[in-house]
């Protein structure tokens, strides 16, 4: 009854051009319940596998926000560390200053943190943002090559001045791949193998990774972006100062990021989205415990920081879809459900989870024991599908 209803309803949604394919799984309690509607391609028509692999974009922020807890817990880094203790080209940031019509560049009053880096107070910025320090991103070609190094790109990060002293603002930022540099330093390993060691072995998530072997690319749904104006998918262009510049291949084994770059499956994004709900491993090993597990998805923003919104430069607005993150504050690399009123009432204080840019999206939360996995892959897609999910789960579950 549920799988057809949901797959009837992103049916509907697939209909009027807005994707070409759905592949949804939700967990409430010990009930499991899946589907899949639509194409992997407009072309070829060939329908949705169980086990297509999506480019997972944001989504894997959070991968590297828990490898950040699981460092924390034994130790070896700790959440008000200054990023300079393992980062040396952090040593020189400075912060841009606007006084009337003159720019110029001032000292930080403090430095940078690592919690700064989990919670996007740090000052960075994004080269799809708004804002001047985005811009410069862009025109420096930031995370646009497939062949740079992590470490190559964070250097040139942090040779661009902050846009705002640490922790006086938010703003949603490539602080990620920082922080899965500093990982490789603390851990003397790459991203990768870090994180196969510790989050995907344990949990099995053997079709997790920056690379797809020549023999399963055929299983990587196509991506498309979404044209507001003509209602239609389109392959990806390459106009300035958007994500879809941003490289993300799938046959460079050496290739790794912090804010993006993994390829998954929807089953193995849910074994560490159901990991999320206890912190133990489906055959109980704890990758982290209870204690650090809630550090995770409790708000740490003060008010005057809300409502928390991504300024995308020519972002196209929907009019019945206002700001999604309006009822949330800011866990340890988690949007975290703050308050239902500013929700419509729909959902659980502590519900927490993130997207990715190709709208991507799940949701763990502790308190109703559900947990759920959305994929597709569409760039500035519209934003009904999400909507779409997200009140059906706590409207019918």
């Known amino acids: 009854m549920i799988e057809k209803e949901l797959n009837n309803l992103f ?29 992997m391609d407009l072309k070829t028509k060939e329908d949705i596998h169980e086990n297509t692999i999506y480019r997972i974009w944001s989504m894997t922020k959070p991968i590297i926000a828990l490898a950040t807890i699981i460092l924390l817990e034994k130790k070896k880094i700790k959440l008000n560390d200054p990023i300079e203790k393992y980062l040396n080209s952090a040593k020189n940031l400075k912060v841009l200053n606007k006084d009337n019509d003159k720019v110029n560049l001032i000292d930080v009053k403090r430095s940078v943190t690592i919690k700064d880096l989990l919670m996007h107070t740090a000052g960075f910025s994004y080269n799809f943002l708004d804002d001047p320090i985005g811009k410069e991103y862009e025109k420096f070609k930031l995370f646009h ?19 705002f002293q640490p922790g006086e603002n938010w703003n ?6 920082i922080l899965a540099r500093i990982i490789e330093v603390i851990s003397h390993q790459d991203i990768y193998t870090f994180l196969n060691t510790h989050i ?40 300035p100062n958007k994500i879809n510049n941003f490289g993300y291949p799938f046959s460079k084994k050496k290739y790794s990021r912090g804010g993006h770059g993994l390829f998954t499956t929807i089953n193995d994004f849910m074994k560490f989205a159901i990991m999320l709900q206890s912190g133990k491993t489906q055959n109980g090993e704890i990758l982290i415990s209870e204690n650090y597990l809630k550090k995770i998805n409790q708000n740490y923003l003060d008010n005057k920081f809300f409502p928390l919104e991504i300024k995308s430069i020519g972002d196209h607005k929907y009019d019945e879809f206002p ?6 504050g800011w866990g340890l690399g988690f949007r975290v459900m703050n308050d239902i009123k500013k929700n419509n009432n729909i959902g659980s204080i502590g519900e927490f989870g993130w997207s990715g840019a190709a709208a991507t999206y799940f949701l763990v939360d502790p308190n109703k024991k559900i947990t759920a996995v959305l994929m597709t892959q569409v760039l500035h897609a519209h934003p009904v599908l999400k909507k779409t999910f997200y009140n059906y789960i706590y409207n019918n579950l």
């Open 200 to 239: 995907f072995k344990p949990l099995n998530m053997s079709e997790t990774n920056y690379y797809v072997e020549k023999n399963e690319r055929h299983r990587i749904m196509t991506s498309y972006e979404f044209d507001k104006e003509s209602n239609s998918l389109l392959k990806l262009s390459n106009s």
């Open 172 to 177: 949603y930022s490539v602080s990620i791949d």
């Open 323 to 328: 700001n999604d993150l309006i009822p949330y």
């Open 11 to 39: 049916q509907s949604i697939i209909s009027k051009n807005y994707f070409q394919g759905i592949q949804w799984i939700i967990q409430k309690q010990n009930k499991l319940y899946k589907g899949k509607v639509g194409c």
């Open 145 to 163: 090559s497939v062949e740079t190094s992590l470490e190559s790109e964070v250097d040139k990060i942090l040779s661009f001045p902050l846009l």
